[in-house]
T-cell receptor, first 114, second 113 residues
């Protein structure tokens, strides 16, 4: 059973607008959440993370929101740029397990149109 | 330049022919891991290693072996590859205490016919 789900396989937005990527999880033991970005023919690169003790983390144009009661997180990109076009993976971890194990979602392909 | 290097990038092989995918990192990271990416399933962990001579199974270890004899290298071994191991494989490394903010290699596209 998929513990981390990204229900939207793809998203298309206009340059300059907001992109919102969503992620749901089922395991209440997860206490650390991350977003990775992947370009074609490259490996994923770490983008932003959030601990379960917070509900928001911001880094430049990227903000991650965490709603623990709903077991939901989202990544907001404002403003979106064509270079943001990539596959975005949500991932979760139980840091207390100290294994570094990441559970990934299926990924959402973001296309930002000029 | 800090990087994780995988070889080969592309490989086509036949069922049952043993193969090794190499992974090397130059960041002196303690933690290394292998993932496979399949359509609709995201990335799933195969094996991980917390340090030299310390390895453990991930979510999908069947059909794979790993070794960690040196800190920088973490090869993935398929003793008898089968078509269901056709996938895109990623190696990752991270320093101790930040295991989840991993650096990934560029990937190895494996096809088993």
């Amino acid at each position: 059973d998929q513990q981390v789900k990204q229900n939207s396989p793809s998203l298309s937005v206009q340059e300059g607008r907001i992109s919102i990527l969503n992620c749901d999880y089922t395991n209440s033991m997860f206490d650390y959440f991350l977003w990775y970005k992947k370009y074609p023919a490259e490996g994923p690169t770490f983008l932003i993370s959030i601990s379960s003790i917070k509900d928001k983390n911001e880094d430049g144009r990227f903000t991650v929101f965490l709603n623990k009661s709903a077991k939901h997180l989202s990544l907001h990109i404002v403003p979106s740029q064509p270079g943001d076009s990539a596959v975005y993976f949500c991932a979760a971890s139980a840091e207390t397990s100290n294994t570094g194990k990441l559970i990934f979602g299926q990924g959402t392909t973001l296309q930002v149109k000029p | 330049e800090a990087q994780v290097t995988q070889n080969p990038r592309y490989l086509i092989t036949v069922t049952g022919k043993k193969l090794t995918v190499t992974c090397s990192q130059n960041m002196n990271h303690e933690y290394m891991s292998w993932y496979r990416q399949d359509p609709g399933l995201g990335l799933r962990q195969i094996y991980y290693s917390m340090n030299v001579e310390v390895t453990d199974k991930g979510d999908v270890p069947e059909g794979y072996k790993v070794s960690r004899k040196e800190k920088r290298n973490f090869p993935l071994i398929l003793e008898s590859p089968s078509p269901n191991q056709t996938s895109l494989y990623f190696c990752a490394s991270a320093r101790q205490g930040t295991y989840t903010e991993a650096f990934f290699g560029q990937g190895t596209r494996l096809t088993v016919v």
